[in-house]
């Protein structure tokens, strides 16, 4: 149906992550996609203010909230799923594009354009800088759900918090904005509201 993009895009909140795994409490991709676009701001925050970037914060949040909604039309696929070998991450990144396509495709003619310039790359060097910083912050956003799960006694997302730290720790070296986030705001997850306060 036509102009349902937005109907669509408010199912999020019945999209599981984590399926494949005992979770202690549920995550949805809305919640998700929240963290992600707050995080994803803070990046390029700290790559304005303290590494003398240019980076567009708000269009970095905007990305973030969207960066998963082709997962409405294709579901959440497990991480050792999707990228167990290079054919299968081509597949699913193909009906990736498809769903965002589908997506789009919602919205009226002259509205495209502008959600189009969300989903896509502009192949721009300062785009691809703040769309890295969105992936990173889809990978800290990983990291907090497993530092959350450990902390409430659930072990089964030991190898995850592992696989995620890893690549985590790799982007830290190419970016120092995730290097700096984890340094200054990274320890506080998992804290109490009474610490936090």
């Known amino acids: 149906m036509k102009n349902s993009f937005f109907a669509a895009v ?16 549920t995550e949805n991709l809305s919640e998700h996609s929240m963290e992600v676009s707050v995080i ?19 269009k970095a949040a905007l990305i973030g909230l969207y960066h998963d909604a082709s997962e409405i039309v294709t579901g959440d ?10 054919e299968i991450r081509d597949a699913y ?10 997506l789009l495709n919602k919205l009226p003619e002259d509205l495209q354009p502008v959600y ?3 989903f896509k790359e502009s192949g721009e060097p300062d785009d691809d800088y703040m769309r890295n910083l969105v992936k990173a912050a ?3 956003s990983a990291l907090i759900k497993c530092t959350e799960e450990k902390n409430m006694g659930n072990i089964e997302f030991r190898t995850a918090e592992k ?8 982007m830290a070296e190419k970016y120092p904005e995730v290097k700096d986030f984890m340094e200054n705001f990274l320890p506080s997850y998992g804290q109490t509201l009474d610490e936090l306060m």
């Open 10 to 25: 408010s199912r999020m909140k019945y999209i599981e992550r984590w399926a494949l795994m005992r979770n202690s409490r």
């Open 40 to 58: 994803a701001h803070a990046l390029c925050v700290i790559g304005n203010v303290r590494y003398g970037k240019k980076l567009d914060a708000n």
């Open 77 to 86: 696929m497990p991480t050792p799923v999707k990228y167990y070998s290079s």
């Open 93 to 102: 990144k193909q009906v990736e594009s498809i769903a965002v396509y589908r």
């Open 116 to 118: 189009a310039d969300i």
């Open 138 to 140: 889809d990978k800290l």
């Open 163 to 170: 696989t995620t730290q890893k690549v985590v720790d790799e």
